[in-house]
């Protein structure tokens, strides 16, 4: 038996944002003992948490979350009382492609922890106390919000990563914690099961659980299948933008960094059983933060500002695509304290420097499959 105080697996913890909550609880909590579980599909890459690797309160292990005897065994084997749960196929276009693959992993890989879960501290004698299970999810599983507003009027609420140019709502409705699910892809149908199994857990079992939806985020360490990192590095290299449709679809912001800081607030302070909209009060169309990514990229290459404003290519839309996103995140602020710290534009800053600055990770995630993936998502479209 280990001196730690808390044992904590966190699933996907390779990938983007489950990096950035490992990275935060290996340095902030020396006497817990995070163990990252994660089985290194495309997306998981260990080159992610290299400045953690070694440290002595850090394990990894690779594994599979649909493997039950596995989870089973490495829960009791480390004594687990927590899990944050992040493991997931995320991309709303691979989706569409093959939802086989996003049912096994999104609903059958959460049934997998949870019973696991559910079966370990069931066998102690203090059973569920001060244990928690902590599923995160997505602002998707709500379906989507009408574009009342198509030019945008102010925005009536604002954060600090909220724009300070661009403050702007498109809708006068938000995603609440209370709003029904209507989910329109495979993929937000996939996490909309889980989060159904998570709650079910509790209601049946009283397993402590809680679940958070998030809306889009952005930041180091991204795979260049989602918008900001792909027209970053499309833009380095002088490649056609590929956007759908006409760029019209509304998404709120939020920096990676700041999620992770809102997964440490809820998972030790959260009520058990409650749900929590995580979102920075940051909406843009797709095509405006396309113009500001190409500013940007364009000014740090030393290029005149817009120089790749030819870049821009519409394509044909997405299956299905949601037109606006917006979550409201009060009861998070009001209830824990939480908001988001930094500013979008400094954000993106940051985030395109960071791939500025490491090409090299960007050539190795970008090598061998990648491109036979995008040319079958972009170029034949």
């Known amino acids: 038996m280990n001196s730690f105080k808390r044992n904590i697996i966190i699933t996907g913890g390779a990938g983007f944002i489950g990096s950035h909550v490992v990275r935060l609880f290996v340095n902030k909590y020396p006497d817990y003992n995070i163990i990252n579980v994660d089985k290194l599909t495309y997306a998981g890459n260990l080159a992610n948490l290299k400045d953690v690797e070694r440290s002595g309160n850090y394990t990894f292990i690779r594994a599979d979350i649909c493997d039950f005897d596995k989870m089973l065994a490495l829960i009791k084997q480390c004594n687990v009382d927590g899990i944050i749960h992040l493991a997931a196929e995320s991309h709303v276009d691979r989706s569409i492609k093959d939802p086989f693959t996003f049912a096994r992993t999104n609903i059958m890989g959460t049934l997998s922890l949870l019973q696991a879960a559910k079966r370990y501290w069931e066998s102690l004698p203090e059973k569920y106390e001060g244990k928690r299970f902590y599923h995160i999810s997505t602002d998707e599983v709500y379906g989507a919000l009408e574009m009342t507003n198509p030019e945008g009027i102010d925005s009536p609420f604002a954060t600090a990563a909220s724009s300070a140019m661009h403050h702007r709502a498109y809708g006068k409705d938000f995603f609440l914690e209370t709003t029904k699910y209507n989910p329109h892809s495979p993929y937000s149908a996939s996490k909309a099961s889980s989060d159904h199994f998570v709650r079910a857990f509790h209601d049946t ?148 420097r960071w791939y500025l600055d490491n090409k090299e990770w960007l050539d190795n995630v970008t090598s061998g499959d990648y491109m036979k993936y995008y040319d079958e998502m972009y170029n034949k479209r």
């Open 205 to 352: 079992y009283g397993l402590p659980t809680i679940v958070t939806n998030c809306s889009n985020n952005y930041g180091l360490y991204q795979f260049p299948e989602k918008l900001i990192p792909l027209f970053i590095n499309n833009i380095c290299n002088r490649r056609p933008l590929p956007v759908y449709g006409k760029g019209e679809n509304v998404r709120d912001w939020l920096y990676v960094e700041d999620h992770a800081r809102a997964i440490d607030i809820i998972f030790h302070n959260g009520q058990i059983a409650e749900t929590y909209n995580i979102g920075g009060f940051n909406e843009w169309k797709n095509i405006d933060i396309i113009k500001v990514l190409i500013k940007t990229v364009d000014r740090q290459l030393g290029r005149p500002e817009g120089a790749d404003n030819d870049l821009i290519t519409f394509v044909s839309d997405r299956l299905g695509h949601d037109a606006r996103y917006a979550i409201d995140s009060r009861k998070l602020q009001r209830e824990l304290g939480w908001e988001p710290s930094l500013q979008f534009e400094e954000g993106i800053e940051r985030t395109v």
